[in-house]
T-cell receptor, first 112, second 113 residues
Protein backbone atom coordinates (compact mmCIF):
# COMPACT_ATOMS: atom_id res chain seq x y z
CA UNK A 1 0.00 0.00 0.00
CA UNK A 2 1.13 3.51 -0.75
CA UNK A 3 2.00 5.84 2.11
CA UNK A 4 2.42 9.60 2.14
CA UNK A 5 4.43 11.28 4.90
CA UNK A 6 4.37 14.94 5.85
CA UNK A 7 6.93 15.35 8.61
CA UNK A 8 6.11 18.96 9.52
CA UNK A 9 2.84 19.12 11.48
CA UNK A 10 3.04 22.90 11.81
CA UNK A 11 4.98 25.74 10.23
CA UNK A 12 4.86 29.50 10.36
CA UNK A 13 6.49 32.19 8.26
CA UNK A 14 6.43 35.96 7.95
CA UNK A 15 4.31 37.47 5.22
CA UNK A 16 6.20 37.92 1.91
CA UNK A 17 8.77 35.25 2.80
CA UNK A 18 9.25 31.92 1.07
CA UNK A 19 8.33 28.62 2.73
CA UNK A 20 8.82 25.00 1.69
CA UNK A 21 6.57 22.17 2.82
CA UNK A 22 7.96 18.64 2.69
CA UNK A 23 6.34 15.44 1.48
CA UNK A 24 7.70 11.97 0.88
CA UNK A 25 5.89 8.92 -0.40
CA UNK A 26 6.45 5.25 -0.79
CA UNK A 27 5.54 3.33 -3.91
CA UNK A 28 6.92 0.66 -6.21
CA UNK A 29 5.09 2.04 -9.22
CA UNK A 30 6.58 4.21 -11.93
CA UNK A 31 3.43 5.89 -13.20
CA UNK A 32 1.44 8.01 -10.77
CA UNK A 33 0.31 11.53 -9.94
CA UNK A 34 1.06 13.84 -7.05
CA UNK A 35 -0.99 16.72 -5.69
CA UNK A 36 -0.93 19.47 -3.13
CA UNK A 37 -4.31 20.49 -1.74
CA UNK A 38 -4.98 23.48 0.49
CA UNK A 39 -7.66 23.46 3.20
CA UNK A 40 -8.32 26.95 4.65
CA UNK A 41 -10.46 27.46 7.76
CA UNK A 42 -13.54 27.31 5.52
CA UNK A 43 -12.75 23.58 5.27
CA UNK A 44 -12.95 23.54 1.47
CA UNK A 45 -10.31 21.34 -0.21
CA UNK A 46 -8.69 23.37 -2.96
CA UNK A 47 -6.25 22.02 -5.53
CA UNK A 48 -2.95 23.92 -5.44
CA UNK A 49 -0.80 22.03 -7.89
CA UNK A 50 -0.52 18.71 -9.73
CA UNK A 51 2.52 16.77 -10.97
CA UNK A 52 2.61 13.79 -13.31
CA UNK A 53 5.39 11.36 -12.41
CA UNK A 54 6.42 10.85 -16.03
CA UNK A 55 7.17 14.57 -16.42
CA UNK A 56 10.65 15.63 -15.39
CA UNK A 57 9.77 19.31 -15.35
CA UNK A 58 8.55 20.61 -12.00
CA UNK A 59 5.01 21.99 -12.01
CA UNK A 60 4.45 25.69 -11.31
CA UNK A 61 1.30 27.67 -10.60
CA UNK A 62 1.96 31.38 -10.01
CA UNK A 63 3.59 31.63 -6.55
CA UNK A 64 3.43 27.86 -5.99
CA UNK A 65 6.03 25.47 -7.33
CA UNK A 66 7.16 21.94 -6.55
CA UNK A 67 10.47 20.18 -6.29
CA UNK A 68 9.77 16.66 -7.55
CA UNK A 69 12.58 14.19 -6.94
CA UNK A 70 11.33 10.88 -8.31
CA UNK A 71 14.29 8.75 -7.28
CA UNK A 72 14.14 10.10 -3.73
CA UNK A 73 10.30 9.88 -3.71
CA UNK A 74 10.10 13.47 -2.56
CA UNK A 75 7.55 16.11 -3.54
CA UNK A 76 7.96 19.43 -1.73
CA UNK A 77 5.86 22.56 -2.19
CA UNK A 78 7.43 26.01 -2.30
CA UNK A 79 5.29 29.06 -1.67
CA UNK A 80 6.95 32.31 -2.72
CA UNK A 81 5.98 35.79 -1.52
CA UNK A 82 3.62 34.26 1.04
CA UNK A 83 0.33 36.01 1.70
CA UNK A 84 -2.07 36.00 4.65
CA UNK A 85 -4.55 34.07 2.51
CA UNK A 86 -2.07 31.20 2.30
CA UNK A 87 -2.80 30.35 5.94
CA UNK A 88 -4.29 26.85 5.77
CA UNK A 89 -3.71 23.13 6.16
CA UNK A 90 -1.76 21.73 3.23
CA UNK A 91 -2.15 18.11 2.22
CA UNK A 92 0.17 16.17 -0.05
CA UNK A 93 -1.57 13.37 -1.97
CA UNK A 94 -0.48 10.46 -4.15
CA UNK A 95 -2.68 8.92 -6.82
CA UNK A 96 -2.26 5.65 -8.67
CA UNK A 97 -4.68 3.28 -10.37
CA UNK A 98 -6.12 2.29 -6.99
CA UNK A 99 -6.88 5.53 -5.22
CA UNK A 100 -5.85 8.93 -3.90
CA UNK A 101 -3.85 8.68 -0.65
CA UNK A 102 -3.39 11.72 1.57
CA UNK A 103 -0.71 12.67 4.05
CA UNK A 104 -1.66 13.94 7.50
CA UNK A 105 -1.15 17.57 6.57
CA UNK A 106 0.97 20.59 7.52
CA UNK A 107 -0.69 23.52 9.26
CA UNK A 108 0.85 26.68 7.76
CA UNK A 109 0.39 30.06 9.42
CA UNK A 110 1.43 33.27 7.68
CA UNK A 111 2.35 35.94 10.23
CA UNK A 112 1.58 39.58 9.35
CA UNK B 1 -21.31 26.35 -12.39
CA UNK B 2 -21.49 25.23 -8.75
CA UNK B 3 -18.93 22.39 -8.99
CA UNK B 4 -19.51 19.83 -6.24
CA UNK B 5 -22.27 20.53 -3.73
CA UNK B 6 -23.08 18.69 -0.51
CA UNK B 7 -26.05 18.73 1.83
CA UNK B 8 -26.37 19.18 4.71
CA UNK B 9 -23.41 21.28 5.92
CA UNK B 10 -23.87 20.21 9.54
CA UNK B 11 -25.75 17.38 11.21
CA UNK B 12 -26.09 16.02 14.73
CA UNK B 13 -27.38 12.47 15.19
CA UNK B 14 -28.03 10.22 18.13
CA UNK B 15 -26.46 6.77 18.21
CA UNK B 16 -28.54 4.37 16.13
CA UNK B 17 -30.19 7.00 13.94
CA UNK B 18 -29.85 6.87 10.17
CA UNK B 19 -29.22 9.58 7.63
CA UNK B 20 -28.17 10.16 4.04
CA UNK B 21 -25.57 12.66 2.90
CA UNK B 22 -26.23 14.03 -0.55
CA UNK B 23 -23.68 15.00 -3.18
CA UNK B 24 -24.13 16.41 -6.67
CA UNK B 25 -21.71 17.65 -9.33
CA UNK B 26 -22.38 19.67 -12.44
CA UNK B 27 -19.04 19.13 -14.20
CA UNK B 28 -20.17 16.07 -16.20
CA UNK B 29 -17.64 13.93 -14.32
CA UNK B 30 -17.79 10.17 -14.56
CA UNK B 31 -16.22 9.29 -11.21
CA UNK B 32 -17.33 10.27 -7.72
CA UNK B 33 -15.96 9.61 -4.24
CA UNK B 34 -16.79 9.82 -0.54
CA UNK B 35 -14.06 10.55 2.03
CA UNK B 36 -13.98 11.13 5.75
CA UNK B 37 -11.55 13.43 7.55
CA UNK B 38 -10.68 12.89 11.20
CA UNK B 39 -8.44 15.08 13.38
CA UNK B 40 -4.75 14.52 12.77
CA UNK B 41 -5.39 12.39 9.72
CA UNK B 42 -5.66 12.97 6.05
CA UNK B 43 -8.76 12.10 4.09
CA UNK B 44 -9.64 8.42 3.86
CA UNK B 45 -11.69 6.93 1.07
CA UNK B 46 -15.00 5.35 2.10
CA UNK B 47 -16.56 4.41 -1.25
CA UNK B 48 -16.19 5.43 -4.84
CA UNK B 49 -18.07 5.15 -8.12
CA UNK B 50 -15.96 4.86 -11.24
CA UNK B 51 -18.95 5.50 -13.48
CA UNK B 52 -22.73 5.61 -13.37
CA UNK B 53 -24.07 2.27 -12.21
CA UNK B 54 -20.92 1.09 -10.41
CA UNK B 55 -19.75 1.46 -6.81
CA UNK B 56 -16.76 0.01 -4.95
CA UNK B 57 -15.43 -0.05 -1.40
CA UNK B 58 -12.57 2.14 -0.39
CA UNK B 59 -10.33 2.02 2.66
CA UNK B 60 -12.98 2.43 5.40
CA UNK B 61 -16.39 1.23 4.11
CA UNK B 62 -17.78 -0.43 7.24
CA UNK B 63 -21.01 1.16 8.50
CA UNK B 64 -21.74 2.95 5.23
CA UNK B 65 -23.67 2.36 2.02
CA UNK B 66 -23.70 4.37 -1.18
CA UNK B 67 -25.94 4.92 -4.17
CA UNK B 68 -24.93 6.38 -7.52
CA UNK B 69 -28.36 7.72 -8.38
CA UNK B 70 -27.34 9.04 -11.79
CA UNK B 71 -24.28 10.62 -13.33
CA UNK B 72 -24.65 13.77 -11.22
CA UNK B 73 -25.53 12.39 -7.80
CA UNK B 74 -23.78 10.11 -5.32
CA UNK B 75 -25.25 9.63 -1.85
CA UNK B 76 -23.74 8.19 1.35
CA UNK B 77 -25.98 6.50 3.90
CA UNK B 78 -25.34 5.72 7.54
CA UNK B 79 -27.85 3.04 8.53
CA UNK B 80 -27.18 3.03 12.27
CA UNK B 81 -24.89 5.87 13.27
CA UNK B 82 -22.15 5.30 15.85
CA UNK B 83 -19.97 7.85 17.72
CA UNK B 84 -16.96 6.54 15.73
CA UNK B 85 -18.60 7.99 12.63
CA UNK B 86 -18.27 11.52 13.98
CA UNK B 87 -16.19 13.17 11.27
CA UNK B 88 -16.16 15.61 8.39
CA UNK B 89 -17.35 14.00 5.16
CA UNK B 90 -16.22 15.13 1.74
CA UNK B 91 -17.59 14.25 -1.65
CA UNK B 92 -15.36 14.59 -4.71
CA UNK B 93 -15.58 14.01 -8.44
CA UNK B 94 -13.23 13.61 -11.38
CA UNK B 95 -13.45 13.10 -15.11
CA UNK B 96 -12.06 9.61 -14.90
CA UNK B 97 -10.88 7.28 -12.15
CA UNK B 98 -7.20 7.19 -11.26
CA UNK B 99 -5.72 9.75 -13.63
CA UNK B 100 -7.63 12.95 -13.22
CA UNK B 101 -7.70 15.61 -10.56
CA UNK B 102 -10.42 15.23 -7.96
CA UNK B 103 -12.51 18.28 -7.09
CA UNK B 104 -14.05 18.45 -3.65
CA UNK B 105 -17.30 19.65 -2.17
CA UNK B 106 -17.43 21.90 0.93
CA UNK B 107 -17.86 19.02 3.37
CA UNK B 108 -20.45 17.94 5.94
CA UNK B 109 -19.62 18.03 9.65
CA UNK B 110 -21.38 15.11 11.32
CA UNK B 111 -21.55 14.58 15.06
CA UNK B 112 -22.95 11.37 16.51
CA UNK B 113 -23.83 11.57 20.20
Amino acid sequence: AQTVTQSQPEMSVQEAETVTLSCTYDTSESNYYLFWYKQPPSRQMILVIRQEAYKQQNATENRFSVNFQKAAKSFSLKISDSQLGDTAMYFCAFMNIEKLTFGTGTRLTIIP
Amino acid sequence: NAGVTQTPKFQVLKTGQSMTLQCAQDMNHNSMYWYRQDPGMGLRLIYYSASEGTTDKGEVPNGYNVSRLNKREFSLRLESAAPSQTSVYFCASSTELSTDTQYFGPGTRLTVL
